[in-house]
C-alpha cells in the first residue's frame, strides 16, 4: 500500500505500534478513542511506516512504527477535499476551511486539509479549539512560481482564521510562508532523509 506523509491509517490500538521507547500511557486511551495514527516524514524499515500519535494536549505527540499489514483504511488530505465532510460541520473554523476550498479550487490546485482539523474530518473525533490554526498541504506544480505563491498566500491571508501551509513535491515539502519570503534563495525542504537547503524556482512563463 502506497502512504504519504499527512496520510491517517486507521488502525487497531496500541498493539500495533512499534517503539523503541516506552509507550506512553497516554496513547493508549487516545487510539481507543480514535484509532487513528499520522504518516510521518521519516524512514522506517521494510514492511513497516514511520507514523505519528496525537492525544488530547498540545504537547501529547508520540513517534511510531506501524506494519503495513496492520493498516484497516488509509484516508489522504485529499480525500477529505474531494469528500467536503465540512459542509455539514456547525463549528466555524469549517466556514474557514470552505473559503480555502474555493480559492484554491479556482486556481485548480490540488489540495487537503491536515493538522488538527483534517484529524477531526477523519476520525470524527472533535480535535480543533477556538484558537487553532488551519493547517494544509497543497501540491507543487510548474505553475507555482514566486509571484502566484505570493497571490496564493495573500489571499489566503484574508481569512478569518491563520491558515498554516505546506507544499508537497516529488523531493519533500517547504512552508509556504519561507517560500515567498526567499527571494530565490535555499530554503528548508523536509525530506524522508531529514531537512537540506534547497532553491525553489519556476521561471515565470511569457503571457
Given at each position: 500500500m502506497e502512504v504519504n506523509p499527512h496520510d491517517l491509517l486507521e488502525i487497531e490500538g496500541v498493539g500495533d505500534l512499534t517503539s523503541f521507547s516506552t509507550i506512553p500511557e497516554w496513547v493508549e486511551?487516545?487510539?481507543?478513542?480514535?484509532?487513528?495514527?499520522?504518516?510521518?516524514?521519516?524512514?522506517?524499515?521494510?514492511?513497516?511506516?514511520?507514523v505519528g500519535v496525537r492525544g488530547s494536549?498540545?504537547?501529547?505527540?508520540?513517534?511510531?512504527?506501524?506494519?503495513?499489514?496492520?493498516?484497516?483504511?488509509?484516508?489522504?488530505?485529499?480525500?477529505?477535499?474531494?469528500?467536503?465532510?465540512?459542509?455539514?460541520?456547525?463549528?466555524?473554523?469549517f466556514r474557514g476551511l470552505e473559503q480555502i476550498e474555493k480559492l484554491l479550487d479556482s486556481h485548480s490546485i490540488k489540495w487537503g486539509p491536515?493538522?488538527?482539523?483534517?484529524f477531526e474530518l477523519a476520525s470524527g473525533k472533535e480535535t480543533t479549539k477556538k484558537t487553532s490554526d488551519i493547517d494544509i498541504v497543497i501540491h507543487f506544480s510548474e505553475n507555482f512560481t514566486l509571484n502566484f505563491a505570493r497571490e496564493i498566500e495573500g489571499?489566503?491571508?484574508?481569512?478569518?482564521?491563520?491558515?498554516d501551509v505546506q507544499v508537497e513535491t516529488l523531493e519533500g515539502a517547504f512552508l509556504l510562508?519561507?517560500?515567498?519570503?526567499?527571494?530565490?534563495?535555499?530554503?528548508l525542504l523536509?525530506?524522508?532523509?531529514?531537512?537540506?537547503?534547497?532553491?525553489?524556482?519556476?521561471?515565470?512563463?511569457?503571457?
Open positions: 486511551s487516545a487510539l481507543a478513542k480514535a484509532p487513528f495514527v499520522v504518516v510521518r516524514r521519516a524512514q522506517a524499515s521494510e514492511g513497516f511506516i514511520a494536549e498540545r504537547n501529547e505527540r508520540f513517534a511510531a512504527f506501524l506494519l503495513v499489514n496492520r493498516i484497516i483504511r488509509r484516508i489522504t488530505p485529499e480525500q477529505l477535499t474531494r469528500e467536503s465532510k465540512w459542509s455539514d460541520q456547525p463549528k466555524e473554523i491536515v493538522g488538527s482539523i483534517g489571499e489566503l491571508k484574508k481569512n478569518q482564521f491563520r491558515v510562508g519561507e517560500y515567498v519570503e526567499s527571494g530565490e534563495k535555499p530554503i523536509r525530506t524522508m532523509d531529514g531537512p537540506i537547503l534547497k532553491k525553489i524556482t519556476i521561471e515565470e512563463k511569457d503571457k
